[in-house]
């Protein structure tokens, strides 16, 4: 399974970006895939995840209610809607994937399997 990222970019604060996760190789029903942030200086944050079977998603309290988590159908792209974009939110954003994630556990970075390189995020005030 191999991951890739994109849609980052150069913003200011209130605007929107969506950044896409293309999945390529074989997945199951029992997957799930997030997206992590890292500033620097700072370590690997959650951000928002999505499981394959039923859609159910889960979000950093940091983002809820600003970014929506997706994927398509054919789980082969995972989307991640930000609005109302702050300063804070500027890191490099990766997403992930991997099987048998609990829901207690998605979270946590150990959790995934499979990362993409990251897409820069910089929200300027």
């Known amino acids: 399974v191999q991951l890739q990222a994109s849609g980052g970019g150069l913003v200011q604060a209130g605007d929107s970006l969506r950044l896409s996760c293309a999945i390529s190789?074989?997945?199951?029903?029992?997957?799930?895939a997030g997206w992590f942030r890292q500033a620097p200086g700072k370590e690997r944050e959650f951000v928002a995840a999505?499981?394959?079977?039923?859609?159910?998603?889960l979000y950093a309290d940091s983002v809820k209610g600003r970014f929506t988590i997706s994927r398509t159908n054919d789980k082969t792209t995972v989307y991640l809607q930000m609005n109302s974009l702050k300063p804070e939110d500027t890191a490099v954003y990766y997403c992930?994937?991997?099987?048998?994630?609990?829901?207690?556990?998605?979270?946590?970075?150990?959790?995934?399997?499979?990362w993409g390189q990251g897409t820069q995020v910089t929200v300027s005030s």
């Open positions: 999505i499981r394959w079977s039923g859609g159910s998603t």
């Open positions: 992930s994937a991997g099987p048998g994630i609990i829901y207690s556990s998605l979270g946590v970075p150990s959790s995934y399997t499979y």
């Open positions: 190789g074989r997945t199951s029903s029992g997957y799930a």
